[in-house]
């Protein structure tokens, strides 16, 4: 794997910039190589692009610190709040064990605390598999074409169309099963992927029960918009959804939301 790689990953799963995707992978690491044997550190550096290594040299004996205290170092250097900055160390940690490969990722596991293993299960879940694995796609619409039409049905922009379409997609992955959201994969534009897979690595794998007015706050809170915004948004993706993946796959991913959901999803 090479830096640009690694990077690429944080910045899909952890919904960030590069800039932020660069700052906060140094961190991650140099906090992990604080809380592991020395001889583990450096195992984990030697499969690591070149300008990583460095992040992961021990600068004194390890300290066995807790994954909350790990979270908020994290917090603590970034500037942000403790969600945000698990969300960030979960980004390192999948873009970690695409680069190392799961057998010494399992050696990394073993030395810390198990309050680290769901933030690693999470982690390994939401990374994207390696190129050559991805699954072909087979959808209706281009990355353009659902952009275009998220963007005209929601009166608004691509920018703000792409915005809306992960957001969306982030909390659908949340509340599908992982049996569905599979099945969507292959039907989405490679650009979307990892927002689906985001949000179903942080359903551990289970469909997550939300109700509507949770779903909306979310996506409002993810889009960075009004809840009536959000309202509209989430009508537009729904629409393009249903185009790109079509009639079965869309009634068969809605079967999955409880009635009160059909609301939010009618059009007009």
């Not at 957001?167 to 989405?188: F, Q």
Request: with cysteine; glycine share 8%.
């Amino acid at each position: 794997m090479d830096y640009q790689e690694f990077i690429t990953i944080v910045e899909q799963v952890a919904d960030i910039s590069g800039e932020e995707a660069e700052s906060v992978a140094c961190l991650t690491l140099r906090l992990l190589a604080r809380r592991v044997t020395p001889g583990e550190a450096r195992d984990l550096g030697e499969r690591l692009p070149e300008p990583l290594r460095p992040c992961l040299e021990p600068d004194g004996p390890p300290e066995r610190f807790h994954v909350d205290e790990f979270v908020r170092r994290v917090a603590e250097h970034t500037g942000v709040d403790a969600g945000t900055a698990a969300e960030q160390a979960r980004g390192v940690l999948a873009a970690l064990w695409r680069a190392v490969g799961p057998d010494e990722f399992e050696d990394l596991r073993s030395e810390l605390h198990k309050d680290f293993y769901p933030l690693m299960d999470t982690a390994t879940a939401a990374a994207p598999p390696p190129a050559e694995d991805e699954p072909p796609f087979a959808g209706n619409l281009s990355c353009d074409e659902f952009l275009d039409r998220v963007a005209e049905l929601a009166a608004t922009d691509r920018d703000h169309a792409h915005r809306a379409t992960e957001a969306v997609l982030d909390m659908l992955g949340l509340r599908l099963s992982a049996g569905r959201a599979a099945d969507l994969v292959p039907l989405l534009p490679l650009r979307f992927r990892p927002a689906l897979r985001r949000g179903g690595a942080r359903s551990r794998g289970g469909a997550v029960p939300l109700s509507p007015d949770v779903f909306l706050h979310d996506v409002a809170g993810r889009a960075g918009v009004t809840r009536g915004d959000a309202t509209r948004d989430v009508r537009a993706v729904f629409a393009v959804l249903r185009e790109a993946i079509g009639e079965k796959e869309y009634h068969d991913t809605i079967a999955q939301l409880p009635g009160e959901y059909r609301p939010l999803l009618r059009q007009g």
